[in-house]
């Protein structure tokens, strides 16, 4: 069963960091070939946050985030980290990971929850106050 879990989530204050993980399994002839986070505040959205083509390690932030979040990914490339520093309060939202084994998966993959396929993890909470 392909399944897709998170978890790092957390309250802290402005300014501060968190960390949080993704582990894709159940994907039996391979590696999972894009994997994403994407979060949705109350009221908005689902928007793309950061991304990775794990074959070629091609990374998407979005502009948002970009020199405040980074992703991690392991060697078996079926785990994808997202270290989040500067945190401000904008930034709080449920945040999902998706993962797919799509090969043309890449570029508005990583910035639409509905364009390509996707699996989804449950979500995790990330709340930042001022």
């Known amino acids: 069963q392909v399944q897709v879990v998170e978890s790092g989530g957390g309250s802290v204050q402005a300014g501060g960091s968190l960390r949080l993980s993704c582990v894709a399994s159940g994907y039996v002839t391979g590696n999972f070939v894009c994997m994403g986070w994407f979060r949705q505040a109350p009221g908005k959205k689902r928007e793309g946050v950061a991304g990775?083509?794990?074959?070629?390690?091609?990374?998407y932030y979005a502009d948002s985030v970009k020199g405040r979040f980074t992703l991690s990914q392991d060697n078996g490339r079926n785990t994808l980290d997202l270290e989040m520093n500067s945190l401000k309060p904008e930034d709080t939202a449920m945040y999902y990971c998706a993962a797919s084994d799509d090969r043309n998966c890449g570029g508005m993959w990583y910035r639409s929850s509905a364009i390509g396929t996707k699996i989804w993890g449950q979500g995790t909470q990330v709340t930042v106050s001022s």
């Open positions: 990775i083509h794990t074959s070629d390690g091609s990374t």
